[in-house]
């Protein structure tokens, strides 16, 4: 089946600093691969996507690119900010990539920027 | 943009009673619900699908006696977790999709004492 494996938390870093999430996955196929991420309080925002190998889905100066060769879809920023604190979900689907459908998630990787 | 509704945030309830989670569709019809559960340092896994008007379909491993879903209409769903146990105590979450884009409640964080 299928399965997603992320990094755990929690990550600390100071505000600038460079941010890797790492995420890997298991599927058959070729799945569609999300971040998502849950700011305190609410739920779930999709803050990017690929549906592609070698697609990098970029948002909010967050990026990941689409690598089949290591079925990895690490998230990256160059620049933290405090604003920036919270959980970070990776997340694949096998299902139609435009419609409701079922998502296996990691374990999600909490981030907590600091001055 | 399409919010999830979901309530409550958090609920402590005795080894034995029932549980009622509710998610609804703000501004769109939801004609399918995901249900998702959590537990501590585990993946988000999902639980049960939900359509409107029909019979939920359940994830294997999952009791559907025990975790009894609703969704009587276009904008409501909702989980009830029977007689309740501490093994039930996780982090619940509802999502569904519109215009092409998936929504998630903002959880519920149940602990049975």
């Known amino acids: 089946g299928n399965s997603v494996t992320q990094m755990e938390g929690p990550v600390t870093l100071s505000e600038e600093a460079f941010l890797t999430i790492n995420c890997t996955y298991t599927?058959?196929?070729?799945?569609?691969l999300f971040w998502y991420v849950q700011y305190p309080g609410e739920g779930l925002q999709l803050l990017l996507k690929?549906?592609?190998?070698?697609d990098k889905g970029s948002n909010k100066g967050f990026e990941a690119t689409y690598r089949k060769e290591t079925t990895s879809f690490h998230l990256e920023k160059g620049s933290v900010q405090v604003s920036d604190s919270a959980v970070y979900f990776c997340?694949?689907?096998?299902?139609?990539?435009?419609?409701?459908?079922?998502?296996?998630f990691g374990t999600g990787t909490r981030l907590q920027v600091t001055l | 943009g399409a919010v999830v509704s979901q309530h409550p945030s958090w609920v402590i309830c005795k080894s034995g009673t029932s549980v009622k989670i509710e998610c609804r569709s703000l501004?769109?019809?939801?004609?399918?619900m995901f249900w998702y559960r959590q537990f501590p340092k585990q993946s988000l896994m999902l639980m049960a699908t939900?359509?409107?008007?029909?019979?939920?379909?359940?994830e294997q491993g999952v009791e559907k006696d025990k975790f009894l879903i609703n969704h009587a209409s276009l904008t409501l769903s909702t989980l009830t977790v029977t007689s309740a146990h501490p093994e039930d105590s996780s982090f619940y979450i509802c999502?569904?999709?519109?215009?092409?884009?998936?929504?998630f409640g903002s959880g519920t964080q149940l602990s049975v004492l």
């Open positions: 599927a058959t196929g070729y799945p569609s």
């Open positions: 501004d769109f019809q939801a004609t399918t």
């Open positions: 997340a694949l689907s096998d299902g139609p990539t435009g419609t409701a459908s079922k998502l296996t």
């Open positions: 939900s359509n409107e008007g029909s019979k939920a379909t359940y």
């Open positions: 999502s569904t999709g519109h215009n092409e884009k998936l929504f």
């Open positions: 690929a549906t592609k190998a070698d």
